[in-house]
């Protein structure tokens, strides 16, 4: 009978451990990170106490394996706490005990005593904490051993079987499965938070759409300020911003989700314009990433977006100065064809522009001549300086009335003489009547003036000849004659003018005469 009893009392016990066990690691099922620590105290006080060890404890491997800590313990009344005594405990002190655990066995030492040769370096280092007998069950995770959960007695040797070792296999895998999951739920959770932080912090909008629903699924604060739309309305409505998009675009924005859908491309970008809520046109850009299930369907549309309104305005400005400088590189090509130089005088600021036909009429080279007034007037002969300036002067007093017109000499780079045709105008008045801007241009007149001086001596030669000279054109009539030809003849020019020569000649000569004189001429 005594026999059954003692039977009885193990298998009840076992039941009961069995219980315990059971309902222990059923609170394991959906537990909150916070509670991990306290839940796997719990675990080992209760398990301690049921099993009478004296102490209970779980230790976690250093990613390296280069050490272990002890980061739980339960010890019975009277004990004192050995989690200070117990970090960063060196890989090497337990090396038998190590490769028990990375052959995710169990360590079952009934009492240290009894270890084999091959396992001293542990025995002397359990000694150290005063071990007499000890349990150890490995924690297996996914990616390994992590570390292990162990019992230990520092008094008396403790007998376990091989249910109760089965049983709190399942106890280790309990807290190894929670840990797991618990530090994968951190590990996103911080992965979550890292992702927030950037793409919070940068000055683009991020966002996640389910496809082809286009539920929005996150969207970054940056959406509000780019678009004048609240996160709540984008939540609310998945297509309010498809709505928004210029009516021009639109059918283009559906090309691209087409192209999405029948291509393999990995992104797309693209540029669409805005009707902002404050009722101006912005113009995003956006790059859209897709993600295909094993059916190679897209589900979700990553993407992000930028305000790039001002770019736009940048690109068009430079497009239109681009065409402005075009336009004004043309405009100073004609007026370099068609009045040889111009010049634009900054009054106040003491500044002319030259332009290059300006110093090319004068045998200079764009970057021999800085752009001055003094430059201009240094060229001028100084005989002929006082003439520019006081027509400057009258411009100036009547505002404009009297035109700035004047004829003057130049300097030539290799010392001849050019003459110039000076023309220009004040532009721009401050509001006390002072000239702020000129501008002006150069005729080179020089040929003008040398046949001026040419017909000057030869109308001074034909006056002054002692011969009498007469002049016709080809129908015969006199044009001119000089004094000579009118004392020689006794008719004053007024008389002859328009006449035939024959009116000086004999009437017995003039028939043979006047056609030989007309072939003459004609020859």
């Known amino acids: 009978v005594t026999k059954r009893e003692a039977i009885g009392s193990e298998l009840k016990a076992q039941r009961d451990f069995n219980q315990l066990i059971a309902e222990v690691t059923s609170d394991f099922v959906d537990l909150d990170p916070e509670d ?6 719990r675990i080992l006080r209760l398990i301690g106490e049921f099993t009478q060890v004296q102490f209970s404890y779980v230790f976690q491997f250093a990613e390296s394996y280069e050490s272990m800590s002890m980061t739980h313990e339960w010890y019975a009344p009277g004990l004192t706490s050995q989690r200070a005594n117990a970090q960063d405990l060196p890989w090497e002190a337990f090396p038998w005990s190590n490769q028990q655990y990375m052959d995710k066995n169990p360590l079952y030492v009934p009492h240290i005593d009894d270890l084999p040769s091959e396992a001293a370096i542990d025995q002397a280092n359990w000694r150290k904490f005063n071990i007499v007998s000890l349990l150890a069950i490995p924690l297996v995770q996914s990616t390994g051993v992590t570390g292990f959960i162990g019992f230990a007695s520092f008094s008396q040797k403790i007998v376990w079987d091989d249910d109760a070792i089965r ?16 530090q994968a739920v951190q590990n996103l ?17 991020f966002f996640i759409r389910d496809f082809p629903s286009f539920k929005l699924q996150y969207a970054s604060p940056v959406i509000e300020r780019i678009t004048g739309l609240s996160l709540a309305e984008l939540y609310a409505d998945p297509f309010l911003i498809l709505k928004r998009i210029h009516p021009d675009d639109r059918e283009r924005i559906r090309q691209i989700i087409h192209t999405l859908e029948q291509t393999n491309v990995n992104s797309l970008k693209f540029e669409f314009r805005f009707n902002h809520p404050d ?8 790059r859209v990433f897709p993600l295909k299930g094993d059916d190679g369907k897209i589900y979700r549309l990553i993407g992000s977006g930028s305000d790039i309104t001002e770019t736009k305005k940048a690109q068009k400005d430079r497009l239109q100065n681009q065409k402005l400088k075009l336009e004004l590189n043309l405009l100073e090509n004609i007026l370099e064809i068609i009045l040889g130089g111009y010049w634009d005088w900054d009054i106040p600021g003491d500044y002319e522009y030259l332009s290059p036909g300006f110093k090319r009429m004068f045998g200079y080279e764009e970057h021999e001549l800085t752009n001055s007034p003094k430059t201009r007037q240094n060229l001028i002969y100084p005989e002929d300086l006082p003439i520019v300036l006081d027509c400057f002067k009258e411009h100036v007093r009547t505002r404009g009335a009297i035109p700035y017109h004047c004829e003057v000499r130049y300097r030539h780079k290799d010392g001849s003489t050019i003459w110039v045709t000076c023309s220009g105008e004040v532009i721009e008045w401050s509001p006390t009547g002072e000239p702020i801007r000129m501008i002006g241009c150069h005729l080179d007149i020089t040929k003008r003036k040398l046949a001026e001086e040419e017909l000057a001596q030869k109308a001074l030669m034909f006056e002054n000849s002692s011969d009498g000279i007469i002049v016709t054109n080809l129908d015969g009539c006199i044009t001119d004659w000089n004094g000579a030809a009118e004392t020689m003849f006794g008719y004053e020019k007024k008389e002859v003018l328009g006449r035939s020569p024959s009116i000086l000649h004999h009437l017995k000569e003039y028939p043979p005469l006047t056609p030989h004189i007309l072939a003459s001429m004609q020859r």
């Open 36 to 41: 991990l620590d306290r839940e796997i105290e």
């Open 167 to 182: 049983t709190l296999k399942t106890v280790s895998r309990t807290v190894a499965n929670a840990q797991e999951r618990i």
């Open 189 to 205: 959770q911080d992965s979550e938070a890292r992702f927030r932080q950037v793409v919070e912090s940068i000055q683009e909008m």
């Open 279 to 286: 009722g101006c046109m912005r113009w995003i850009q956006c």
